[in-house]
């Protein structure tokens, strides 16, 4: 993997670069959508390439509980699997096996989990086989196995993960140098032969912020091709995330791509490129969509509300999405009261197009070095109140 900053913001932290994987260029700051089984639910290939999608997130927990990270390499790779011959990142499974996964119980060794799938089957995730899964699924940048703590946790609690979590790094790049001889995890050559990924360490340390100086310094130490700040958009307040983000970036090296896991809001975006961060991923504008909350450049948008029941104009008047060229809120609502599948793919492209369009706008604001302006004139043009997000 190669990294290059290409220019630096003159007013802010924020930055332009361009990361080049086997799979080609990825355009910094990104966002990734998240295709948790190996698609963006809705979507097709087609979809996200006219979207102007670079790079796609997906959930190594998930694959490897169904159909199995065995069956995808059998398979030719994740690539060829899901027919997407553009950058892939996968997640280490640990933010799901802590979120997701039942009984769980955690040992210095690894994490003995329940399947949230098929029930009583246990399963045990050590850094080194999450390592190995995701070698086996052929992503173009893999993640360290870490702890997500609860939000929120002691101090105690969150000092004592952060310090295993660093242990795991550790033993994750031990693992990983070892596929770079040839070697699987009980020395035997492996059976299958891969693209080279990236490895990308993760500082964790919850809200306290002197632990996630040592974990930034740690990690750093341990040294990555990239670093991420995980932890992150688990219910904390605004400020507590953006302190935690001024904590660790300037521990993290100018010259490697760093990544807000999970992150976060249109908000959340601007904020995160203005402290230095160059990558985000995020359920939110997918998840969103499909329970009929939409992104504008006015604030989120509430599709069932009845005041759109006869409404002639798109959703944003500012939007060039196909969603938007083609169809008014009236119709929308119409499908998604009748719900009706297509409509969650036309909200899908919409809130995914708003994403893509400000991600595209904030790279603009740096290359004319007035992202303050830009930051600005965007808090300026949202509602105070966006409507209440549906969550069924
Ligand atoms: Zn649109």
């Given at each position: 993997m190669r990294f290059d900053v290409l220019k630096k913001e003159a007013k802010t932290g924020a930055r332009l670069g361009k990361i080049t994987v086997s799979h080609g260029e990825i355009n910094t700051p990104i966002f990734a959508p998240v295709g948790?089984?190996?698609?963006?639910?809705?979507?097709s290939k087609e979809d996200l390439v006219s979207l102007g999608a670079e790079m796609i997130l997906c959930n190594t927990y998930h694959l490897f509980l169904r159909p199995g990270h065995e069956l995808i390499q059998r398979m030719g790779g994740l690539h060829k699997f899901i027919s997407w011959d553009r950058p892939i990142l996968t997640d280490s499974g640990g933010f799901q096996v802590f979120s997701?996964?039942?009984l769980r119980k955690i040992t210095e060794e690894g994490v003995i989990f329940q399947s949230h799938l098929d029930g009583g089957q246990k399963h045990f995730i050590t850094p080194e086989t999450a390592i190995e899964i995701q070698e086996a699924l052929g992503a173009d940048i893999i993640m360290t196995f870490d702890e997500c703590i609860p939000?929120?946790?002691?101090f105690d609690y969150a000092k004592t993960s952060m310090e295993m979590t660093t242990r795991w790094a550790r033993r994750c790049k031990e693992r990983y140098g070892q596929r770079a001889n040839?070697?699987?995890?009980?020395?035997?050559?492996?059976a299958f032969s891969l693209q080279p990924s990236a490895l990308f360490g993760i500082v964790q340390g919850g809200f306290f912020q002197d632990l996630r100086k040592i974990s930034a310094n740690d990690i750093v130490n341990i040294g990555f091709d990239g670093y991420a700040i995980g932890g992150?958009?688990?219910?904390?307040t605004k400020p507590q995330m953006y302190e935690t983000i001024d904590t660790v970036m300037p521990y993290l090296p100018e010259d490697k791509p760093r990544y807000l896991m999970g992150v976060g809001t249109p908000e959340d975006l601007i904020e995160g490129v203005m402290r230095g961060a160059d990558m985000f991923d995020c359920v939110m504008p997918t998840r969103h969509a499909r329970n009929g909350s939409l992104f504008t450049s006015e604030g989120i948008i509430n599709i069932?509300?009845?005041?759109?029941?006869?409404?002639?104009?798109?959703?944003?008047?500012?939007c060039g999405c196909y969603t938007c060229r083609n169809y008014s809120r009236a119709y929308l609502r119409h499908l998604f009261m009748a719900k009706e599948m297509s409509v969650l793919r036309f909200n899908t492209i919409h809130n995914l197009y708003y994403y893509f369009n400000l991600i595209k706008n904030i790279r603009e604001a740096i290359k004319e070095d007035r992202l303050l302006e830009f930051r600005k004139e965007f808090y300026k043009n949202r509602r105070e109140n966006d409507e209440p997000v549906s969550n069924n």
């Open positions: 948790t089984a190996g698609i963006v639910k809705t979507l997701l996964g039942e939000y929120p946790s002691t040839g070697k699987g995890h009980d020395e035997k050559p492996l992150l958009s688990v219910g904390e069932k509300n009845a005041p759109y029941t006869e409404d002639p104009e798109p959703l944003d008047k500012n």
